[in-house]
Structures are given as C-alpha cells and as structure tokens.
C-alpha cells in the first residue's frame, strides 16, 4: 500500500486490513445435514445463522474463504434506496409490489440493526441519510418522477437541492435513516454463532454439481458429498443451476472503489450519482479519522480494456471534487444483474422444491443478502413470506421474446464468437513484466501473464464454462470472461463462477 495519491499497487478492500476472520479446514469427508448452506458472503453466513438458530444442523461451504468475495468488497450501504428504482417498479410491477421491494429492504435493515445490537457486534455500524443526485438538467426529471414513486409509495424522504458535502448539484432525493458497517467486522460474531449453535463451516470447498433428489446430494470439487434435506445456492453465481439457464438471465458488471483522505470535513451521509459514469460516497470511521469510500465506474465484467483508468478516474474525481489528498486503497467488486432488475430468491426452478438460491442482487446485496436469508429461513420452515411472490426465480423463464434477455444474449454471442476469430494481441517476448495478454501458444491462444521477475505462466484462454475468450484485468491481475463473468487468476483457478474448472496450464 502506497500512502499518497498514486493508486495503490494491488487491490485490497479496506474491510479485511487488520480484521482477522477466522479460517477454516476444507471438507474431507462425506457427511450428512439438514442444511447445506454454499457461499461464505453476508447471505450464506446469515441464512446459516438463521437456520442454526431455528435448530437445524446446518452446514455452511466456502469456495474460498469466508466473508471476502462480493461481500468483502462492498461499499457496505445498508439500504432501500437503490439508486432510482421505485418509479420504474411501479410501472413494471405496480404498487404493491414496489412497496413489497421497499418494505423487504427495510425490514432486513431493521434487522441488522437489531442483531448488532443483541449481539454487541463492534462494526461501524451508523445510521446515515441516503442521497440520490444529479448535476445535468436532463436527468433532472428522474429525481422528479422517482420522488413521486417515494410519496406514493409511502417512502420516509423527499426532494434536496444540495447536498450536506457541498458537492454542486441540479437536484437530488433523500431516503431518512439508512445506515453504513463494516461488512467483515459484522460477519466474523456471525460465524462465531454458527459455530457455537453446532453448525459446520468449511473452506476451500468447491460445491460443482447436486444429485436431486430427497435428500438431495451436493458433489464438492474433491468429490465429496453432502447428503442434506436441503441445498442453499448462496455462491453469487449460482454452483448450479439445474436447467434454470441463469447464465442466459443474468449479466455481471464490475465496479471500482478508492478509499482516500479528503481535506475537507466530511459530514456524514451516503451518496449516489444519477448520472453517468456513476459516482458513490461514504465515509467509515479509520483510527479516529474519516475515509472516504469514492466508488462508481461500472462495466460489463470482462469489456473493458484497461480497468485501471477506471481507479485514475475515481481518484480524478476525488481530487478534483472532494479534496482528496492520499489514496490508502483500492479495490473493485463483481454484480450480477438479473433482466428487470430484482433478485431471484426461491427455489431454483419449479421442479426442485429443495433447492433453493438467492441471486442477482444488483448492488445491494447487504440488505438483499439478509432479505433473502430470512426468505430462504421461512421457506425451509414451510412458513408465509410476503416477498415470495415479487423475488420468486420461476417468474423469468429464458424466454428469446424478452428484450433484455435478447441483448443479454446477443452480447455474449458476439464475444463468443468474436473471440474465435480474434487474432493474438502479443507475441510473449513482447510483454511487459506485470503484463497480461493473449498470445499465440503452440498454435493455441494462450493467456499470458509475465510477473515483476519475468516469469511468464500461460493458460488456455477457452474460458471452462461455455466457451468465450477470457481477457486481461490489469487492475486485479485476473483473466475474465467477458460472456458471464466468470474470472480466475493468473495460474488458471477458478476466482469467480459460474465456471468451476480452472483453465488449462499449458506447458
Ligand atoms: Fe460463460 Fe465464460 S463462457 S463465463
């Protein structure tokens, strides 16, 4: 970490410097639950707590290790403004299923402050005003129409026309009493829960495939199973998808955060541009100090071709509005967004009762992730949820006569086979040391990454999932698949989903 306005070398969310979760062994044996829960993020850790506490013993799955992921790289808004959603759910959905969205946002709010209240939970927790903004008068009538959607809808809040940070603005919306945490600092007594109520946790434990059935049999990487009465897909992308084609109904976007000081005082409040390219701000407590968290730049995971101006412009933006003085860290995030915009939580597809995933949470998964924790919860329990109806996954088919589903899908063709037909970007004597590109390798494409000593290791650039040509993030040193986001480092493994199998070391 570099301790100047120059970006630093490698990214690192600021949640996990100094906090110390702790580490688990990865399974080496078959075994037996009523639940197993996969996914170590706020959803995973949450809906395992909630099952352990309803006395189920439950078994909790980490691909990696726990509460990094999506959910260790969060800009941890606890929130149910979701940038301008409400005027747009009105019309998709009608009013009472907007309400429905906002009052399940809410309530998991209402949640999480109560639990890191019983529970003492030290996580920066603080309540903050959520502010939606623009400064270009032609997004001006968005802020309008969605500040009818709050009135009609009920929604404590209402019209600004500045902002406490003194940013200038055209016009803005405010939703009362939202809140901020440390996401990492609030999981860890979670787990620690988990644990003492005789739950199971495991890392480095890869869940690949399911045998229905009932029980139902969860397959690890390792070849281990997991025989449970029921299966959570909490892994983001789901581990399975059981002819639910949620690769076809979904896309992933990455996004980009500097923490940095700022010289001016910073009053509090959380922060959201209407505009594009898209900005964020909040500040968390750093040794009696405020950081400020700059966020925003949002692409479709694998399209952009050089991820660290997507940093410079953040940092630009930080400098030239906010005072920003040193950048302590930075770091970026994966979201999955699903066709119009709200989660599938429920059960995978109408033919697995048993099955169940929570997904596509855009970027609010703090609150999503504990709505559909408490979802998952009332369904296992065979108990009413008001939310089942908006969130169920079964309300999408993959159905070509739907707009969105018909971009989402005519831009992932286009990388498949625009990347069979691209030629190599580089010859390998040509890299530069912490360079990666796709090179021509023994007449296969190869992704090559030569380190700072000059160490080249190339991988089959076939992405493992369906096919597409995966590309070079310069800003995480990692090769994503532009088609559904999958991502792995530099060795081939697997970082992200839905792909489960590294790529090919070729020799
Ligand atoms: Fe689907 Fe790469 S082809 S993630």
Redesign the pocket.
Known sequence: MTANSNLPHSPEPYWRVNVQPPSFPALSDDIEVDAAVIGGGITGITTAYLLAKEGLKVALLESDVVVNGTTGHTTAKITAQHDLIYDELIHHFGTEKARAYYQANDEALQVMRQLVQELSIECDFSDEDAFVYTTEEKNASKIEKELHAYEKLGIPGGYVSELPIGLPIHSGIVMKNQAQFNPVKYLIPLVGKIQSMGGQIYEHTRAVDVEDGSPAKVITGDGHKITCKYAVSCSHFPFYEGNGFY?ARMHPERSYTVAAKIAKPFPGGMYLSADSPKRSIRYTPMNGEKLILIGGEGHKTGQSKDTMKHYEALKTFGQTDLGLTETLYRWSAQDLFTLDKVPYIGRLTESHPNILVATGFRKWGMAFGTVAAQMIRDSILEKENPYSELFTPSRFKADPGIKTFVAENTNVAGHLIGGKLSTASKKIEELHPDEGAIVSYNGQKGAAYKDENGQVTVVDAT?T????EVAWNNGDRTWD?P????RYSVNGDVVEG??DKPLKKLE
């Open positions: 690769f992405c999932h369906l096919g597409c698949c088609c559904h986001g999958s839905p792909a």
